[in-house]
């Protein structure tokens, strides 16, 4: 019922900067919790960003603070990942997700509580 596609990734030397994007099709929530996971090479995914149906209340992995920036845009239809200073061990499969329910903030860290997930972006920072 509802689809989610990243894109924005690519290849990015470190300190560089990248905007992932991803889109919703469907029927339109109101409602829906959003958030980025990523996944490394011979890692499990993990969680890096999240943000509430308002959009005013967003939350960061501690790897990530400081350097990365959600939002979601209500026209659009999207939420965006604006990542700066970016490391060589940013390099994941990016990965957006959603959860309609209303959960505790604190708990939208947890990948089991999202319902839909998108097919991933390709994410390289070079040395």
């Known amino acids: 019922q509802v689809q989610l596609v990243e894109s924005g990734g690519g290849l990015v030397q470190a300190g560089g900067s990248l905007r992932l994007s991803c889109a919703a099709s469907?029927?339109?929530?109101?409602?829906?919790?959003m958030g980025w996971f990523r996944q490394a090479p011979g890692k499990e995914r993990e969680f890096v960003s999240a943000i509430t149906w308002s959009g005013i209340s967003t939350y960061y992995a501690d790897s990530v603070k400081g350097r990365f920036t959600i939002s979601r845009d209500y026209v659009k239809d999207t939420v965006n990942l604006q990542m700066n200073s970016l490391k060589p061990e940013d390099t994941a499969v990016y990965y957006c997700a959603a959860v309609s329910r209303a959960i505790d903030p604190r708990l939208l860290s947890n990948q089991r509580m999202y319902d839909y997930w998108g097919q991933g972006t390709q994410v390289t920072v070079s040395s």
């Open positions: 469907g029927r339109t929530f109101t409602n829906y919790r």
